[in-house]
T-cell receptor, first 114, second 109 residues
């Protein structure tokens, strides 16, 4: 059973608000990822990190930021939420030690922006 | 561009066998993954193929042909709990995962 946690699970906010989605893992994994997933659609990579103080942008990164100050923590921040940000956000981690790189996912944060 | 194709939806009967196909066109190849995702839940890892051939794991098997850019996931002795979406993903030359949109599998009694 994976030990990766996301909060909040559900969030409804108004346009223009700043929000932070939290993600923590207790497996000591170096690699962490944020994905966005809409129903029936593929996962889109937003940001990823290969270790502390290392962050990279994915395909949908332009409207969000991340930080990796500690190995176990990888929060995602939207500075000004818009209705187009309404989606499911999935955090994942992997060992990244040259193996298959199996991803362990959190339960997700479902965001609705009004 | 990079592309992963899999059927949108499939229906099968409890106790039967179903094969879910995935074709891919990516810049390089460093492995293919199958994940299972129940409605409203996170994806969970099923299998990983990096060499050609069949990998068997209980009721689930995954096949890869790198020359054809093709994989399938075979589910045997289907159970109602197998109703889920099955996601195919390929790790490209930059070791980034390219995801398919998933195949929704509906199991009928």
């Amino acid at each position: 059973e994976a030990d990766i946690y996301q909060t909040p699970r559900y969030l409804v906010i108004g346009t223009g608000k700043k929000i932070t989605l939290e993600c923590s893992q207790t497996m000591g994994h170096d690699k962490m990822y944020w994905y966005q997933q809409d129903p029936g659609m593929e996962l889109h990579l937003i940001h990823y990190s290969y270790g502390v103080n290392s962050t990279e942008k994915g395909d949908l990164s332009s409207e969000s930021t991340v930080s990796r100050i500690r190995t176990e923590h990888f929060p995602l921040t939207l500075e000004s939420a818009r209705p187009s940000h309404t989606s499911q956000y999935l955090c994942a981690s992997s060992t990244g030690t040259g193996d298959s790189g199996e991803l362990f996912f959190g339960e997700g944060s479902r965001l609705t922006v009004l | 561009g990079q592309n992963i194709d899999q059927p949108t939806e499939m229906t099968a009967t409890e106790g039967a066998i179903v094969q879910i196909n995935c074709t891919y066109q990516t810049s390089g190849f460093n492995g293919l993954f199958w994940y299972q995702q129940h409605a409203g839940e996170a994806p969970t890892f099923l299998s990983y193929n990096v060499l050609d051939g069949l990998e068997e794991k209980g009721r689930f098997s995954s096949f890869l042909s790198r020359s054809k850019g093709y994989s399938y996931l075979l589910l045997k002795e289907l159970q109602m709990k197998d109703s889920a979406s099955y996601l195919c993903a390929v790790k490209d030359s930059n070791y980034q995962l390219i995801w398919g949109a998933g195949t929704k599998l509906i199991i009928k009694p």
